[in-house]
């Protein structure tokens, strides 16, 4: 674990004169083939059978130190820190990555700001967790290989309650609602990375595609890993959340920091073992769907 580690909060979009739209024109890498975000269809997903749970070495052990918390108000850099834990090679991917840094994607008080939307759907707020591939010396050696990065990305749902995992986190907003501002934070002792993210048996339920960096230059050199359970959070903890990322000299709150879904084009995305393929909730495909597959089973079986 990091004696230092870095938090960041991406706060930018909304206001800069020319928005996600125009950044192609200002950099050439943010109109590629292979963007990110994506909508994930469901219905057009295709099942990786090699693709299980996820292992996380490291994430459930609480920090020694101090975690900094960053606005740089417009976004998420981070100093790759060599203490972080390591995240085992992802499924069909033979790399070892370790942990950067994470940060926030979220909209404002009337609309939802996730980047990745499921079946056209936008939740209120998203997670990157960001991992740089071990193999290489910098992060910017890294973003020169299509391997470079991979980032787990969760996906927020509005609960009733406070969720008390990320109440540190959102008690140390207040002392960098300015861009530009940081701070250092004391961990309790029972904190950890784990702690941030969904059941762990909700873990080998996810999508996978290759993208890029959702903020400019927009490097094509991210694998992207779309966790399918959402993480509960209140209203109140997302409003908080909300009220950093003041502009510089400007009485304004940052909002809206989210990149809009780019188009897929030719490539696939994948879904895990346990994934869900299908949106479709209507009872026809609820029945067919098993009695097919009794069908082929029983069709292509023979004895052994």
Partial sequence: WPILAQVS???LFAFIPLGPSHWKDITA???????SPINIDRRKTQRDKNLDEI??????QAPPGRWRLLNDGHT?????????????????LPFKFRALQFHFHWGDLDRNGSEHMVDGRQYPMEMHLVH????????????????????LSFLFKVSETDNTNYNTIIAGLKNISRAGS???VDLASTFSLRNLLPSMASLSKYY???????????????????????????KQQVRREQQICNLPQRPLKMANNFRPPQPLN?????ASRDATLSCSSSLASHLLLPLLWAFLVGHFSGPS
């Fill in 9 to 11: 909060y991406l706060c």
């Fill in 76 to 92: 998420g850099g981070g100093q790759r820190c060599s203490a972080w834990p390591l995240c085992p090679p992802p499924p069909a």
């Fill in 182 to 184: 940081n701070d250092y």
């Fill in 132 to 151: 740089v591939n071990t193999k290489y010396k910098t992060t910017n050696e890294a973003k020169g290989h299509p391997n470079g990065l991979a980032v």
């Fill in 55 to 60: 292992l996380f070495e490291g994430y459930d």
């Fill in 266 to 270: 030719r490539r696939k995305v994948y």
């Fill in 29 to 35: 890498s943010c109109g590629g083939e292979n963007q």
């Fill in 208 to 234: 996978r595609y290759k993208g890029s960096l959702t903020t400019p230059s927009c490097e094509e050199v991210v694998v992207w890993t779309v966790f399918e359970e959402e993480v509960p959070i209140s």
